[in-house]
């Protein structure tokens, strides 16, 4: 069974830094390619950040140059540091498997909040 559990978020001003993590089970982590997505209210959740099973990533023109995932597959978990933070970028935010479907298994999620 598949369980998704992030941490890290939080309340940051602009400019600052956030460093997200997520611990996996229930699925062969190694074999895995993951990603972060988040979901602002009103909007739909969208892939901010991906990574392949070796540890290649890929970012949307909207974080590229600001974020950067990571992985530890020693430890099933996979991370987000996420710096020079916008207010476009509050959302609460997920990681899951790359191209996830929406009724898929979830997380909670993270909550991160840019504001001054």
């Known amino acids: 069974q598949v369980h998704l559990l992030e941490s890290g978020g939080g309340l940051v001003q602009p400019g600052g830094s956030l460093r997200l993590s997520c611990t996996a089970s229930?699925?062969?982590?190694?074999?895995?390619?993951m990603g972060w997505y988040r979901q602002a209210p009103g909007k739909q959740r969208e892939l901010v950040a991906a990574?392949?099973?070796?540890?290649?990533?890929n970012y949307p023109d909207s974080v590229k140059g600001r974020f950067t995932i990571s992985r530890d597959n020693a430890k099933n978990m996979v991370y987000l540091q996420m710096n020079t933070l916008k207010r476009e970028d509050t959302a609460v935010y997920y990681c899951n498997r790359l191209f996830a479907a929406p009724g898929d298994y979830w997380g909670q999620g993270t909550q991160v909040t840019v504001s001054s």
């Open positions: 990574i392949t099973i070796d540890g290649y990533a």
């Open positions: 229930g699925i062969i982590f190694n074999d895995t390619p």
